[in-house]
């Protein structure tokens, strides 16, 4: 009788602690699925409206079509036909420039200036300095056609156009703009690279073994 009452309880104790194992799979497994379901819910809208942000980007052009309008209007005969016009260079960058009266625009290659320079707060004051100097920021617009080098070599050399534009409105303007500096052009150029040497000067380094 002992042994048979030793052996029913621990049959009994066996099929309990099972019956405990087979639970906790089943309250575990039961809550995943809800929880995978919103992140691939999410993940999708977040693809959506990624595509729908970059399709929605390319309405940008309009503006560009209007402004060369604008300035083909303004300019008839194209820049070579004008009279107040400049030229500035500066690095590799080259800048043809003409002064129309109006009440201060800028435009550099059929786009607005702040655009076009990229908000930049010293290439501005680079373009604006002649006009400032001489009191017409608000007299004349400004047409550009701009190229070669990068954003501040253009920049500069925009300026150094409209100063010798301001030159052909009236020779009375040379001595305050030579006393800012702004009928130098500046010669620096990119030192060319030599034969051995990394850069212009710049030499590999030196190991004696």
Known sequence: MALS???LTASLSSLSF???ISRNPNSISIPQPPKSLPIS???KTTRSLSVASTVAAPTESEPVENLKKYVKS???GGFAAQTIIGTGRRK???ARVVLKEGTGKFIINYRDAKEYLQGNPLWLQYIK???VTLGYE???DVFVKAHGGGLSGQAQAISLGIARALLKVSDGHRSPLKKEGLLTRDSRVVERKKVGLKKARKAPQFSKR
């Open 129 to 131: 300095v002649p006009l």
């Open 92 to 94: 590799c960058a080259i």
């Open 41 to 43: 819910i999410f993940s």
């Open 138 to 140: 608000t007299s004349y």
């Open 5 to 7: 009452i030793s052996s």
């Open 74 to 76: 303004r300019l008839p």
């Open 18 to 20: 099972s019956s405990q």
